[in-house]
């Protein structure tokens, strides 16, 4: 039978039981030993889970308390200056006041330490810590955590198989923290470190070690490409009798196809869902010892794979290869899907129907292992039985009357350019919003949310339980939204929001409003450390029946004489941040939801809302990898969100949000939304993001670069922020200028919030007097 490989599994636990027990342990509720125990836990469960499934490749070091990125660097020793008071504490484990400190700053203890940079992983919607070096950095090994967990993994009666990020794109996924060098040169300094990795695991017994370097399914230099052949040589030989497998995600090979065939490694992995096609030209080419890794079974959505259209895939590599130099395997990470499709019992929000087509991580291991099975051609009755009922459930998906609304496809069909253009250019509308909100110089404001506290948190679930009536739970929100005005009020905040009280996460509260969704109970995933998100199940086509914010915007502004922004999600990033139907182009759901986002718009503006925020943090996240394709995505993104927008009076200032993404390629398409106001993530860059807006492209509208990180509980000082706001003034214009957060603050606590923008607020009005 062929061999089933997986590429690696969700961390969280089932029901959360990670994020639960690290925030407890920041709070020092728990124990460091009773983390680590959870921590073991869960691995062992899903070594476990993956070993009945049938899965021959099971994964070990995918776990990670908070990033697999910041695990790698804190393995080879690129630790951050800053964090030298921390140092003393490592050892050839875990040290976790050092690893914590590195991904969500420290302040205790009279150390006072910011957290490291972090963006998005590739095109998806789970952050890595940015590793930051240095010219002429060096490295050495200071964790043993892949060794640990292998030999973990191995007294539980489980083999696996490591996971490293290459060394190529480690360096490439980082940052030169300093002038007078490129990263990749520190490739001889950092092989070393990885030669101790390889060796330390093929002495423990490893028999398959996985090299992941998704960098080969990129655009990459010729430079870059020149390094991979004598990289993984040396690599191959530190290996010793330990077999490497080279894997890529996220992207077909293309003209990279050559050398990655050519590297001295025993398998090679391919994602065939994003690169469905690569097959046709890869098989030509594949030398004799090498095998091939098919990534089949979609990593990163959750629908039911169709077993004919797979085993067509896997079929035509074995009528070239053989069985035996064929694998069948997830196209990524499972990292990127909840846990269990069984845990899922309410039809009440997801009816039996649409959960027929879906398949989580648990479930997508039995998909891997029915593939081997039936493309080995010794077929029981059980799995011939599956067999049938996975086209069956592919049947009912493709003509379900649940799917198609067919004026929502006509509504679509008639966007025209006008539908997409403010009626004037921005400065006469900028000339109209002065007229109107009389706002100052570097106009203070917030990103939307305000800290979601444990009772907030319980009204919700108690009105889930009926515990509380809706009459309740409403007072309860109303008393917290007009605390949170006064507060704002008081701090002397310019443009007020209402604080998001009533949702649970940004996008899957417009999703439970609009038509064509479903939604999880626990499809939990990673988003970064602790946070997760429930991505809602766009099955079908979307629409807007009703108002979706109106109330509750329209009662703050009730409660103050400042203007109150209206917060919406825009349509680009509610169709990231879901799982979203693969029947049909992207570019097309996405017209669906803007047009849905300019009702609700529409609704504000016309219940007396005259400042709107359409977040769209996820427009650069989905940008294509090659850039090929990225231009194309670009147009109808930008253009999905000024349909959302644009359709509204001169004087309704229109701002968007965005974080965590890196804006110098396309910053002229940042521009092209044409949003009043831009708010952007900038302070753990120290600003340096700001670049982007300055360079040889005047970014002509408004901006509010973040003044302090909200991913950190550190709270920063006046002088801190007054700092980087002028660094922000040496760039843009002072009348550009906004005062901000970097995010919302739900996460935060209500001392730190209170803090912190107290000093923001006054570092405003320093910049002001000057």
Known sequence: MLITNNLGYPRVGPFRELKKANEAYWAKKISAEELLQTAKEIREANWKTQKDAGIDL????????????????????AIPARYASLLSKIDNNYSLDLYFAMA?????????????????????????MVPEFIKDQTFKLTSEKFLNEYNEAKAAGIETKPVIIGPITYLLIGKEKESGFERIDLIENLLPVYEQILSKLAEAGAKYIQIDEPYLALDIDAKTKALYTSVFARLNAAAGNAKLIATTYFEALKDNEDLALGLPVHALHLDL????????????????????????????????????KSLTKIQQAVDALGADRVWVGTSSSLLHVPFDLDSEKNEETLPAEVKNWLAFAKQKLAEVKDLAILADGEIDAATAQRYEANKAAAESRRTS??????????????????????????????TAQQAKFNLPAFATTTIGSFPQTKDVRKWRADLKKGIITQAEYDKAIAEETESTIRLQEELDIDVLVHGEFERNDMVEYFGEQLAGYAFTQYGWVQ???????KPPVIYGDVYRPADMTVRWSSYAQSLTNRPVKGMLTGPVTILQWSFVRNDQPRETTTYQIALAILDEVQALEKAGIKIIQIDEPAIRE????????????????VRSFRVSSSNVDDDTQIHTHMCYSEFNNVIKDIA???????????????????????????????????????????????DEMVD???????????????????CGLKTRAWPETKAALEAMVEAAKILRAE
């Not at 067919?406 to 900028?430: G, Q």
């Open 58 to 77: 099971i994964p070990s070091n995918d776990f990670s308390f908070y990033d697999q990125v910041l695990d790698l660097s804190l393995t080879v020793g």
């Open 104 to 128: 969500r700053g420290f302040q205790q203890d009279g150390i006072d330490v910011t957290a490291s940079e972090m963006t998005k992983w590739f095109d998806t919607n789970y952050h890595y």
């Open 273 to 308: 869902v994003r690169g469905e096609n690569q097959l046709d030209t890869v098989l030509t080419k594949v030398p004799s010892t090498l095998t091939l890794s098919l990534g089949v079974v979609e990593g990163r959505n959750i629908w039911k794979n169709d077993y004919e």
């Open 401 to 430: 009357p649940l799917i198609h609304k067919p004026e929502v496809k006509e509504r679509v069909s008639n966007i025209t350019d006008e539908d997409a253009r403010r009626t004037s250019p921005f400065a006469a509308r900028k």
């Open 527 to 533: 988003s970064y450390g602790s946070r997760c998100v």
């Open 622 to 637: 989905g940008l294509p990898l090659r850039k090929a394709d990225q231009q194309n995505y670009l147009n109808w993104a």
């Open 672 to 718: 092209a939304m044409d949003a009043d106001v831009i708010t952007i993530e900038t302070s753990r860059s120290q600003m340096k993001l700001l670049n982007a807006f300055a360079g040889d492209f005047k970014y002509p509208n408004d901006i509010g670069p973040g003044v302090y990180d909200i991913h950190s509980p550190r709270v920063p000082s006046t």
């Open 724 to 742: 980087l706001l002028r660094k922000a003034k040496d760039v843009v214009p002072a009348a550009q200028l906004w005062v901000n957060p970097d």
